[in-house]
Protein backbone atom coordinates (compact mmCIF):
# COMPACT_ATOMS: atom_id res chain seq x y z
CA UNK A 1 0.00 0.00 0.00
CA UNK A 2 1.83 2.99 -1.07
CA UNK A 3 1.34 5.70 1.81
CA UNK A 4 1.35 9.91 1.15
CA UNK A 5 3.60 11.32 4.80
CA UNK A 6 1.07 14.02 6.35
CA UNK A 7 1.51 15.67 9.74
CA UNK A 8 -0.28 16.63 12.52
CA UNK A 9 1.71 19.41 14.63
CA UNK A 10 -0.05 18.80 17.82
CA UNK A 11 1.49 18.77 21.52
CA UNK A 12 -0.07 16.46 24.54
CA UNK A 13 0.37 16.06 27.85
CA UNK A 14 1.89 12.54 28.91
CA UNK A 15 0.21 9.48 28.42
CA UNK A 16 0.06 9.25 32.14
CA UNK A 17 -1.84 12.04 32.74
CA UNK A 18 -4.61 10.88 30.11
CA UNK A 19 -4.86 7.44 31.70
CA UNK A 20 -7.51 8.44 34.07
CA UNK A 21 -9.88 9.35 30.89
CA UNK A 22 -12.37 7.03 29.76
CA UNK A 23 -10.35 4.53 26.67
CA UNK A 24 -12.10 2.89 23.97
CA UNK A 25 -11.03 -0.71 23.47
CA UNK A 26 -9.53 -0.94 19.89
CA UNK A 27 -11.48 -3.37 17.58
CA UNK A 28 -9.68 -6.92 17.99
CA UNK A 29 -7.89 -8.20 14.59
CA UNK A 30 -9.57 -11.23 12.86
CA UNK A 31 -7.87 -14.57 12.81
CA UNK A 32 -5.14 -13.61 15.18
CA UNK A 33 -3.23 -16.11 16.46
CA UNK A 34 -1.23 -15.75 20.07
CA UNK A 35 2.21 -14.86 20.25
CA UNK A 36 4.17 -17.57 20.89
CA UNK A 37 7.72 -17.30 22.54
CA UNK A 38 7.81 -19.18 25.61
CA UNK A 39 5.57 -20.96 27.87
CA UNK A 40 6.50 -18.20 30.78
CA UNK A 41 5.42 -15.74 28.43
CA UNK A 42 2.17 -17.34 26.44
CA UNK A 43 -0.25 -16.33 29.42
CA UNK A 44 0.18 -12.68 28.80
CA UNK A 45 0.34 -12.63 25.32
CA UNK A 46 -2.74 -14.05 24.51
CA UNK A 47 -4.76 -11.96 21.86
CA UNK A 48 -7.70 -10.80 24.02
CA UNK A 49 -8.97 -7.07 24.50
CA UNK A 50 -8.20 -7.59 28.33
CA UNK A 51 -4.43 -8.83 27.77
CA UNK A 52 -2.46 -7.94 31.19
CA UNK A 53 0.50 -6.87 28.91
CA UNK A 54 -1.36 -3.96 27.11
CA UNK A 55 -3.41 -3.43 29.83
CA UNK A 56 -0.48 -2.70 31.82
CA UNK A 57 1.21 -0.83 29.02
CA UNK A 58 -1.97 1.55 28.97
CA UNK A 59 -3.07 1.86 32.84
CA UNK A 60 -0.24 4.98 33.86
CA UNK A 61 0.93 3.46 36.52
CA UNK A 62 5.02 3.47 36.10
CA UNK A 63 5.75 0.25 37.44
CA UNK A 64 2.95 -1.79 35.26
CA UNK A 65 4.19 0.66 32.39
CA UNK A 66 8.04 -0.95 32.83
CA UNK A 67 7.26 -4.39 33.35
CA UNK A 68 4.78 -4.54 30.23
CA UNK A 69 7.61 -2.48 28.05
CA UNK A 70 10.37 -4.59 29.28
CA UNK A 71 8.60 -7.55 28.20
CA UNK A 72 7.97 -6.25 24.88
CA UNK A 73 11.74 -5.00 24.09
CA UNK A 74 12.58 -9.20 24.57
CA UNK A 75 9.93 -10.38 22.33
CA UNK A 76 9.41 -7.65 19.92
CA UNK A 77 12.54 -9.17 18.08
CA UNK A 78 10.87 -12.79 17.67
CA UNK A 79 9.45 -13.24 14.31
CA UNK A 80 6.09 -14.94 15.32
CA UNK A 81 5.58 -11.45 16.69
CA UNK A 82 2.57 -9.33 15.78
CA UNK A 83 1.30 -6.09 16.47
CA UNK A 84 -2.02 -6.95 15.63
CA UNK A 85 -2.35 -10.02 17.73
CA UNK A 86 -2.52 -7.93 21.05
CA UNK A 87 -5.65 -5.44 20.10
CA UNK A 88 -4.74 -2.11 21.44
CA UNK A 89 -0.89 -2.65 21.38
CA UNK A 90 -0.52 -0.68 18.40
CA UNK A 91 -2.24 2.53 20.42
CA UNK A 92 -0.87 1.83 23.49
CA UNK A 93 3.22 2.05 21.87
CA UNK A 94 2.37 4.88 19.97
CA UNK A 95 1.58 7.51 22.99
CA UNK A 96 4.82 7.35 24.94
CA UNK A 97 7.42 8.03 21.16
CA UNK A 98 4.59 10.55 20.39
CA UNK A 99 4.51 12.46 23.70
CA UNK A 100 8.32 12.80 23.31
CA UNK A 101 8.53 13.83 20.15
CA UNK A 102 5.95 16.40 20.38
CA UNK A 103 7.26 18.37 22.46
CA UNK A 104 8.58 16.59 25.80
CA UNK A 105 12.36 16.10 23.86
CA UNK A 106 12.99 19.74 23.61
CA UNK A 107 11.47 20.40 27.41
CA UNK A 108 13.52 17.75 28.86
CA UNK A 109 16.58 19.33 26.83
CA UNK A 110 15.80 22.53 28.03
CA UNK A 111 15.76 21.39 31.85
CA UNK A 112 19.10 19.05 31.48
CA UNK A 113 21.88 20.84 34.07
CA UNK A 114 24.81 19.31 35.17
CA UNK A 115 22.88 16.78 37.46
CA UNK A 116 20.86 13.79 36.56
CA UNK A 117 16.82 14.42 35.43
CA UNK A 118 14.15 13.81 38.45
CA UNK A 119 13.27 10.67 38.34
CA UNK A 120 9.60 10.57 37.11
CA UNK A 121 10.82 12.75 33.85
CA UNK A 122 13.73 9.95 33.42
CA UNK A 123 10.82 7.10 33.86
CA UNK A 124 9.00 8.98 31.03
CA UNK A 125 12.08 9.44 28.90
CA UNK A 126 12.83 5.84 29.23
CA UNK A 127 9.18 4.37 28.66
CA UNK A 128 9.09 6.95 25.16
CA UNK A 129 13.06 5.09 24.47
CA UNK A 130 11.68 1.83 24.83
CA UNK A 131 8.43 2.01 23.19
CA UNK A 132 10.18 3.07 19.77
CA UNK A 133 12.56 0.49 20.07
CA UNK A 134 9.81 -2.16 20.61
CA UNK A 135 7.98 -0.74 17.36
CA UNK A 136 11.51 -0.31 15.64
CA UNK A 137 11.60 -4.19 16.44
CA UNK A 138 8.30 -5.53 15.34
CA UNK A 139 8.57 -3.28 11.86
CA UNK A 140 11.26 -5.55 11.10
CA UNK A 141 8.88 -8.10 10.27
CA UNK A 142 6.65 -7.52 6.76
CA UNK A 143 3.23 -7.98 7.98
CA UNK A 144 4.25 -5.47 11.18
CA UNK A 145 5.32 -2.89 8.48
CA UNK A 146 1.99 -3.46 6.45
CA UNK A 147 -0.08 -2.72 9.73
CA UNK A 148 2.27 0.35 11.06
CA UNK A 149 2.28 1.90 7.07
CA UNK A 150 -1.43 2.44 7.20
CA UNK A 151 -1.35 4.02 10.50
CA UNK A 152 -1.46 7.87 10.92
CA UNK A 153 0.61 7.57 13.81
CA UNK A 154 3.38 6.08 12.01
CA UNK A 155 3.57 9.21 9.69
CA UNK A 156 3.00 11.76 12.51
CA UNK A 157 5.46 10.17 14.96
CA UNK A 158 8.40 9.98 11.79
CA UNK A 159 7.90 13.75 10.71
CA UNK A 160 7.88 14.85 14.59
CA UNK A 161 10.48 13.15 15.37
CA UNK A 162 12.58 14.45 11.94
CA UNK A 163 11.78 17.83 12.61
CA UNK A 164 11.69 18.42 15.70
CA UNK A 165 14.67 16.33 17.65
CA UNK A 166 18.15 17.51 17.71
CA UNK A 167 20.78 14.34 17.53
CA UNK A 168 22.84 16.28 20.01
CA UNK A 169 22.87 13.87 23.08
CA UNK A 170 22.14 10.51 23.56
CA UNK A 171 18.56 9.68 23.94
CA UNK A 172 17.63 11.80 21.14
CA UNK A 173 20.27 9.80 18.84
CA UNK A 174 18.71 6.09 20.22
CA UNK A 175 15.19 7.75 19.60
CA UNK A 176 16.11 8.94 15.65
CA UNK A 177 17.92 5.95 14.69
CA UNK A 178 15.26 3.77 15.66
CA UNK A 179 12.34 6.13 13.86
CA UNK A 180 14.62 6.09 11.04
CA UNK A 181 14.54 2.34 11.01
CA UNK A 182 11.19 2.22 11.14
CA UNK A 183 10.81 4.43 8.16
CA UNK A 184 12.97 1.83 6.26
CA UNK A 185 10.63 -0.76 6.75
CA UNK A 186 8.36 1.55 5.00
CA UNK A 187 10.03 3.26 2.64
CA UNK A 188 9.79 1.03 -0.60
CA UNK A 189 6.12 1.69 -0.59
CA UNK A 190 5.72 5.28 0.88
CA UNK A 191 5.19 8.45 -2.10
CA UNK A 192 6.15 11.23 -0.81
CA UNK A 193 4.58 14.64 -0.92
CA UNK A 194 5.35 17.10 -4.00
CA UNK A 195 8.82 18.66 -2.99
CA UNK A 196 7.20 22.10 -2.84
CA UNK A 197 4.71 21.16 -0.21
CA UNK A 198 4.97 22.43 3.50
CA UNK A 199 8.33 21.59 5.00
CA UNK A 200 7.20 19.71 7.91
CA UNK A 201 5.28 16.89 5.86
CA UNK A 202 8.31 15.77 4.15
CA UNK A 203 10.57 13.59 5.74
CA UNK A 204 13.40 14.10 3.48
CA UNK A 205 15.05 17.68 4.18
CA UNK A 206 16.07 16.88 7.90
CA UNK A 207 17.17 13.33 6.37
CA UNK A 208 19.37 15.01 3.90
CA UNK A 209 20.55 17.02 7.01
CA UNK A 210 21.83 14.30 8.97
CA UNK A 211 23.73 12.29 6.18
CA UNK A 212 25.07 15.64 4.92
CA UNK A 213 26.11 17.68 7.87
CA UNK A 214 26.01 14.36 10.81
CA UNK A 215 28.93 13.73 12.60
CA UNK A 216 27.37 10.58 14.04
CA UNK A 217 28.49 7.23 11.65
CA UNK A 218 25.16 5.98 12.77
CA UNK A 219 22.49 7.97 12.03
CA UNK A 220 24.66 9.08 8.64
CA UNK A 221 24.18 5.07 7.39
CA UNK A 222 20.50 4.87 8.57
CA UNK A 223 20.19 8.26 6.29
CA UNK A 224 21.58 7.51 3.40
CA UNK A 225 19.85 3.89 3.52
CA UNK A 226 16.78 5.45 3.90
CA UNK A 227 17.39 8.13 1.01
CA UNK A 228 18.39 5.08 -1.47
CA UNK A 229 15.05 3.55 -0.12
CA UNK A 230 12.96 6.54 -0.74
CA UNK A 231 14.29 7.22 -4.01
CA UNK A 232 14.58 3.95 -5.31
CA UNK A 233 10.29 4.24 -5.60
CA UNK A 234 9.95 6.17 -9.01
CA UNK A 235 6.88 8.62 -7.97
CA UNK A 236 9.50 10.22 -5.57
CA UNK A 237 12.52 11.52 -7.90
CA UNK A 238 11.40 15.11 -8.05
CA UNK A 239 12.73 14.93 -4.22
CA UNK A 240 16.31 14.13 -6.22
CA UNK A 241 18.50 17.48 -6.89
CA UNK A 242 22.03 17.95 -8.23
CA UNK A 243 23.51 19.82 -5.10
CA UNK A 244 21.76 17.36 -2.35
CA UNK A 245 23.85 17.03 0.15
CA UNK A 246 23.10 13.69 0.59
CA UNK A 247 25.22 13.24 -2.73
CA UNK A 248 28.11 14.81 -1.59
CA UNK A 249 28.18 12.95 1.83
CA UNK A 250 28.40 9.65 -0.93
CA UNK A 251 30.85 10.82 -2.39
CA UNK A 252 33.00 12.16 0.41
CA UNK A 253 32.63 8.63 2.21
CA UNK A 254 33.88 6.57 -1.04
CA UNK A 255 37.53 6.65 0.57
CA UNK A 256 36.70 5.07 3.56
CA UNK A 257 37.51 1.66 2.09
CA UNK A 258 37.65 -0.17 5.47
CA UNK A 259 33.93 0.83 6.90
CA UNK A 260 32.21 -1.84 4.45
CA UNK A 261 28.41 -0.53 5.70
CA UNK A 262 29.55 3.34 5.37
CA UNK A 263 30.76 2.06 1.95
CA UNK A 264 27.73 -0.08 0.77
CA UNK A 265 25.42 2.72 1.84
CA UNK A 266 27.45 5.45 -0.06
CA UNK A 267 27.12 3.12 -3.01
CA UNK A 268 24.00 2.50 -2.88
CA UNK A 269 22.71 5.80 -2.44
CA UNK A 270 25.05 7.60 -5.33
CA UNK A 271 23.47 4.41 -7.79
CA UNK A 272 19.86 5.72 -6.76
CA UNK A 273 20.62 9.34 -7.12
CA UNK A 274 22.21 8.90 -10.78
CA UNK A 275 19.77 6.19 -11.92
CA UNK A 276 17.43 9.59 -12.64
CA UNK A 277 18.31 11.02 -15.99
CA UNK A 278 18.18 14.50 -15.34
CA UNK A 279 20.23 13.90 -12.14
CA UNK A 280 22.86 11.77 -13.98
CA UNK A 281 23.13 13.88 -16.89
CA UNK A 282 24.20 17.05 -14.40
CA UNK A 283 26.80 14.55 -12.90
CA UNK A 284 28.73 14.24 -16.03
CA UNK A 285 28.97 18.05 -16.14
CA UNK A 286 30.00 18.71 -12.68
CA UNK A 287 33.48 19.34 -11.92
CA UNK A 288 33.28 16.51 -9.02
CA UNK A 289 33.11 13.73 -11.91
CA UNK A 290 37.06 12.69 -12.28
CA UNK A 291 37.53 12.78 -8.75
CA UNK A 292 34.62 10.22 -8.16
CA UNK A 293 35.07 8.33 -11.35
CA UNK A 294 39.17 7.47 -9.73
CA UNK A 295 37.25 6.69 -6.29
CA UNK A 296 34.93 4.08 -7.91
CA UNK A 297 37.78 2.29 -9.42
CA UNK A 298 39.66 2.85 -5.91
CA UNK A 299 36.96 0.87 -4.48
CA UNK A 300 36.70 -1.94 -7.52
CA UNK A 301 40.33 -2.95 -6.66
CA UNK A 302 40.15 -2.61 -3.23
CA UNK A 303 37.28 -5.43 -3.28
CA UNK A 304 39.56 -7.54 -5.73
CA UNK A 305 40.15 -11.25 -4.26
CA UNK A 306 43.63 -12.15 -4.75
CA UNK A 307 44.40 -15.64 -5.39
CA UNK A 308 47.58 -17.23 -4.78
CA UNK A 309 49.36 -19.46 -7.24
CA UNK A 310 51.64 -21.40 -6.24
CA UNK A 311 54.01 -23.34 -8.86
CA UNK A 312 57.03 -25.41 -7.62
CA UNK A 313 60.01 -25.13 -9.73
CA UNK A 314 62.19 -28.18 -9.24
CA UNK A 315 61.53 -31.77 -9.53
CA UNK A 316 59.02 -33.69 -11.38
CA UNK A 317 56.11 -34.04 -9.72
CA UNK A 318 54.70 -36.94 -11.24
CA UNK A 319 55.62 -38.97 -14.64
CA UNK A 320 53.08 -41.31 -16.87
CA UNK A 321 53.73 -43.57 -19.30
CA UNK A 322 54.47 -42.08 -22.98
CA UNK A 323 51.98 -44.32 -24.29
CA UNK A 324 48.70 -45.30 -22.47
CA UNK A 325 45.05 -46.57 -22.86
CA UNK A 326 43.15 -43.62 -22.91
CA UNK A 327 38.94 -43.58 -21.95
CA UNK A 328 37.23 -42.12 -24.74
CA UNK A 329 33.71 -41.47 -24.74
CA UNK A 330 31.56 -43.97 -26.92
CA UNK A 331 30.74 -43.40 -30.31
CA UNK A 332 28.11 -44.81 -32.24
CA UNK A 333 29.36 -47.60 -34.88
CA UNK A 334 28.24 -48.80 -38.30
CA UNK A 335 26.79 -51.81 -36.81
CA UNK A 336 24.96 -50.66 -33.61
CA UNK A 337 23.73 -47.85 -36.26
CA UNK A 338 22.56 -50.38 -38.52
CA UNK A 339 20.64 -52.41 -35.45
CA UNK A 340 19.05 -48.96 -34.33
CA UNK A 341 17.64 -47.02 -37.54
CA UNK A 342 14.76 -49.17 -38.28
CA UNK A 343 13.58 -49.52 -34.66
CA UNK A 344 9.98 -48.04 -33.93
CA UNK A 345 9.94 -45.43 -31.51
CA UNK A 346 10.26 -45.00 -28.53
CA UNK A 347 11.67 -48.29 -28.58
CA UNK A 348 14.69 -47.17 -30.72
CA UNK A 349 15.33 -44.37 -28.42
CA UNK A 350 15.29 -46.50 -25.39
CA UNK A 351 18.06 -48.27 -27.13
CA UNK A 352 20.19 -45.77 -28.28
CA UNK A 353 20.11 -44.52 -24.67
CA UNK A 354 21.33 -48.30 -23.39
CA UNK A 355 24.36 -47.84 -25.73
CA UNK A 356 25.61 -44.41 -25.51
CA UNK A 357 24.93 -43.68 -21.88
CA UNK A 358 25.33 -45.23 -18.32
CA UNK A 359 24.20 -44.27 -14.90
CA UNK A 360 26.61 -41.64 -12.74
CA UNK A 361 24.46 -40.29 -10.10
CA UNK A 362 27.46 -37.16 -10.15
CA UNK A 363 27.36 -36.73 -13.36
CA UNK A 364 24.98 -34.20 -15.34
CA UNK A 365 24.34 -33.26 -19.17
CA UNK A 366 22.61 -30.19 -20.77
CA UNK A 367 19.25 -30.98 -22.40
CA UNK A 368 20.51 -29.38 -25.57
CA UNK A 369 23.66 -31.47 -25.83
CA UNK A 370 21.65 -34.57 -24.93
CA UNK A 371 18.98 -34.21 -27.62
CA UNK A 372 21.64 -32.82 -30.40
CA UNK A 373 23.10 -36.11 -30.05
CA UNK A 374 20.16 -38.07 -30.85
CA UNK A 375 18.95 -35.65 -33.49
CA UNK A 376 22.58 -36.04 -35.52
CA UNK A 377 21.98 -39.62 -35.46
CA UNK A 378 18.42 -40.25 -36.61
CA UNK A 379 17.17 -36.75 -37.77
CA UNK A 380 18.75 -37.32 -41.64
CA UNK A 381 16.74 -40.09 -42.09
CA UNK A 382 13.42 -38.84 -40.62
CA UNK A 383 11.61 -39.10 -43.91
CA UNK A 384 11.72 -42.90 -43.89
CA UNK A 385 12.28 -43.51 -40.25
CA UNK A 386 9.87 -41.17 -37.58
CA UNK A 387 12.05 -39.16 -35.30
CA UNK A 388 11.05 -37.96 -31.76
CA UNK A 389 10.92 -34.18 -30.97
CA UNK A 390 13.11 -32.92 -28.26
CA UNK A 391 10.77 -33.02 -25.59
CA UNK A 392 9.77 -36.94 -25.57
CA UNK A 393 13.95 -37.46 -25.83
CA UNK A 394 14.06 -35.90 -22.45
CA UNK A 395 10.79 -36.89 -21.08
CA UNK A 396 12.44 -40.79 -21.73
CA UNK A 397 15.45 -40.26 -19.47
CA UNK A 398 13.84 -41.99 -16.73
CA UNK A 399 12.07 -44.65 -18.46
CA UNK A 400 16.00 -45.98 -19.57
CA UNK A 401 17.61 -44.77 -16.19
CA UNK A 402 15.01 -44.44 -13.21
CA UNK A 403 17.50 -42.51 -11.10
CA UNK A 404 18.28 -39.93 -13.59
CA UNK A 405 15.96 -36.73 -14.13
CA UNK A 406 15.93 -33.82 -16.47
CA UNK A 407 15.94 -30.66 -14.07
CA UNK A 408 16.25 -26.83 -13.97
CA UNK A 409 19.02 -25.53 -11.89
CA UNK A 410 18.21 -22.14 -10.66
CA UNK A 411 20.79 -20.27 -12.31
CA UNK A 412 20.64 -16.94 -14.19
CA UNK A 413 19.77 -17.85 -17.09
CA UNK A 414 18.09 -21.33 -15.68
CA UNK A 415 20.34 -24.23 -16.87
CA UNK A 416 18.15 -27.56 -18.19
CA UNK A 417 19.81 -30.52 -17.66
CA UNK A 418 20.03 -34.22 -17.20
CA UNK A 419 21.47 -35.23 -13.80
CA UNK A 420 22.47 -38.70 -13.13
CA UNK A 421 23.69 -40.39 -16.81
CA UNK A 422 26.93 -40.10 -18.28
CA UNK A 423 28.66 -40.68 -21.74
CA UNK A 424 29.53 -44.40 -21.72
CA UNK A 425 33.40 -44.85 -21.85
CA UNK A 426 35.98 -46.55 -24.30
CA UNK A 427 39.27 -47.80 -23.28
CA UNK A 428 41.07 -48.46 -26.01
CA UNK A 429 44.47 -47.62 -27.07
CA UNK A 430 45.45 -44.06 -28.65
CA UNK A 431 43.55 -43.61 -32.08
CA UNK A 432 46.37 -43.52 -34.17
CA UNK A 433 44.73 -44.81 -37.44
CA UNK A 434 41.55 -43.27 -36.58
CA UNK A 435 39.70 -41.93 -39.97
CA UNK A 436 39.19 -38.75 -39.55
CA UNK A 437 37.06 -38.56 -42.94
CA UNK A 438 33.80 -35.77 -43.19
CA UNK A 439 35.64 -33.30 -41.14
CA UNK A 440 36.73 -36.22 -38.05
CA UNK A 441 32.70 -37.16 -38.36
CA UNK A 442 33.26 -40.74 -39.84
CA UNK A 443 31.73 -43.97 -36.82
CA UNK A 444 34.21 -46.10 -38.22
CA UNK A 445 36.42 -47.22 -35.27
CA UNK A 446 40.58 -47.01 -35.02
CA UNK A 447 42.34 -49.44 -37.36
CA UNK A 448 45.28 -51.65 -36.57
CA UNK A 449 47.79 -50.09 -39.01
CA UNK A 450 47.79 -47.19 -41.64
CA UNK A 451 47.32 -49.90 -44.37
CA UNK A 452 43.70 -50.68 -43.43
CA UNK A 453 43.05 -47.06 -42.82
CA UNK A 454 44.16 -46.09 -46.35
CA UNK A 455 42.25 -48.92 -47.64
CA UNK A 456 39.04 -47.81 -45.78
CA UNK A 457 39.67 -44.25 -46.82
CA UNK A 458 39.72 -45.70 -50.53
CA UNK A 459 37.21 -48.09 -50.58
CA UNK A 460 34.59 -46.46 -48.08
CA UNK A 461 35.12 -42.22 -49.38
CA UNK A 462 37.12 -41.78 -52.78
CA UNK A 463 35.81 -45.00 -54.71
CA UNK A 464 32.62 -44.66 -54.73
CA UNK A 465 32.71 -41.07 -55.89
CA UNK A 466 32.20 -40.30 -59.68
CA UNK A 467 33.22 -36.50 -60.11
CA UNK A 468 36.35 -35.77 -61.60
CA UNK A 469 37.19 -33.53 -58.71
CA UNK A 470 37.30 -34.54 -55.18
CA UNK A 471 37.07 -32.25 -52.01
CA UNK A 472 39.23 -33.41 -49.12
CA UNK A 473 37.11 -33.63 -46.18
CA UNK A 474 40.15 -34.76 -43.96
CA UNK A 475 39.56 -33.02 -40.44
CA UNK A 476 39.97 -29.34 -41.20
CA UNK A 477 41.82 -29.92 -44.69
CA UNK A 478 41.47 -26.57 -46.33
CA UNK A 479 43.03 -28.39 -49.64
CA UNK A 480 41.40 -26.97 -52.97
CA UNK A 481 39.23 -29.83 -55.12
CA UNK A 482 41.83 -32.47 -56.36
CA UNK A 483 42.06 -34.68 -59.51
CA UNK A 484 40.56 -38.10 -58.61
CA UNK A 485 43.93 -39.56 -59.78
CA UNK A 486 45.31 -37.46 -57.80
CA UNK A 487 43.72 -37.81 -54.79
CA UNK A 488 45.23 -40.69 -53.08
CA UNK A 489 48.57 -38.85 -53.21
CA UNK A 490 47.24 -36.16 -51.23
CA UNK A 491 45.26 -38.50 -48.42
CA UNK A 492 48.88 -40.26 -47.82
CA UNK A 493 49.61 -36.86 -46.73
CA UNK A 494 47.33 -37.22 -43.77
CA UNK A 495 48.05 -40.78 -42.91
CA UNK A 496 50.41 -41.24 -39.53
CA UNK A 497 53.52 -43.45 -39.96
CA UNK A 498 53.16 -47.26 -39.43
CA UNK A 499 55.63 -46.86 -36.56
CA UNK A 500 56.06 -44.12 -33.99
CA UNK A 501 58.71 -41.71 -34.53
CA UNK A 502 61.66 -43.35 -33.10
CA UNK A 503 62.74 -41.93 -29.36
CA UNK A 504 66.47 -41.05 -28.64
CA UNK A 505 68.59 -43.96 -26.86
CA UNK A 506 68.10 -41.64 -23.42
CA UNK A 507 64.74 -40.89 -24.07
CA UNK A 508 62.74 -42.72 -21.03
CA UNK A 509 59.40 -44.24 -21.46
CA UNK A 510 57.56 -42.19 -19.03
CA UNK A 511 56.75 -38.60 -19.61
CA UNK A 512 56.68 -35.66 -16.82
CA UNK A 513 53.46 -34.14 -16.01
CA UNK A 514 53.72 -30.85 -14.32
CA UNK A 515 51.47 -32.10 -11.35
CA UNK A 516 48.79 -35.33 -10.73
CA UNK A 517 45.61 -35.38 -12.35
CA UNK A 518 46.82 -33.17 -15.49
CA UNK A 519 45.31 -34.37 -18.96
CA UNK A 520 47.41 -36.98 -20.34
CA UNK A 521 47.95 -37.76 -23.67
Known sequence: MNQVFQINPTRSSTPSQRASGSRQPATPAPAARPITVDDYERWYTEPTPHNRMVLAL???????????LSRLCRISANEQFQLRALPGLIEGL????????????QDIAAKATLFALPKDVARYRQHALESMFVLRNAALHPLNAQELAARRATQELILLALHRLRPDNDANVEFLLDVIDL??????TSILPPPNSHLFANPVPPLLELAGASRNRSLIVASLTTLHLLFSNPP???HITPDSPALAAAVRYLALLGDGQLLDASLNYLYTHLSY???TKAFLQSKELVGTLKMLVLVMLSQQ???TVTVEIGEPSCTAPAQVEADRDHELTREEFDRLLPMAEPQRCYEWMKTMFEVNAEHELTQVAFYTMYKDVFTPYQDRYYALPASEVIKSVTAVFPTAQAMVLPETPPKFVVRGVDRKKDA?????????????GCMQGPFASASELYEHVLDGHLNPHAEPRIVCSWATCSHPPVEKAHIRGHVLTHLPATQPPPRHAGQDDLVTLPCAGFPHP
Open 236 to 238: NFG
Open 94 to 105: FEWPLWYARGAA
Open 428 to 440: RALDRFKCRWDHS
Open 58 to 68: CCGIDSEISWA
Open 277 to 279: APM
Open 305 to 307: EEE
Open 183 to 188: LQAIAS
